[in-house]
């Protein structure tokens, strides 16, 4: 599958971004796995240059979802959660993420980018491997472990309902077919 070369920006009007949370610990019952979006953020996908530029602000991650708990969210959990990531887990710092390198595996397999990702001020790499379908559509997974970032998950009930430590990026885009 051969992507069209050229620069190709993204967004949230032509992609998404998410972040997928999972809940442990004793208390784990009463809390959600969250799925979360990122609603004000840009890249940009130079297949040229081999490259790829993220910006993303940290303070526009709004909780889309709660799943597998007791009760549903209500509007006044999602905005208690907003505010705990904002100042107990990202610290209102921008996120960012500068790729060294974009191939297609295999010549024509997964889009393979490696780079730095910068998050609540630590910058650390990052290997991402997205599928490419025939139409263009780029999606994957990313695993990220908060802690390799200096981030402490988050914990509640006096300890009882934790984060997990590790967490998954979601990417879904359409890019140009060649």
Known sequence: MALAAGVHPLGPDNASLRVKTYREGLAAKVGHDLVIEVTRWEATVDLAESK???SADARSLEVREGVRGVKPLTDKDRNEIRKNIDDQVLQRQP???RSRDVRLANGDGPLV???ELTIAGSTR?????MDVSPDGRVSGTIPLTQSNWGI???RGLMGALKVRDELDIVIDARLPAG
């Open 95 to 97: 996120i960012a993420f």
């Open 113 to 115: 980018v490696e780079g």
């Open 52 to 54: 790829v530029e993220l």
């Open 125 to 129: 790499p990052v290997t991402a491997q």
């Open 152 to 154: 402490k998950p988050y």
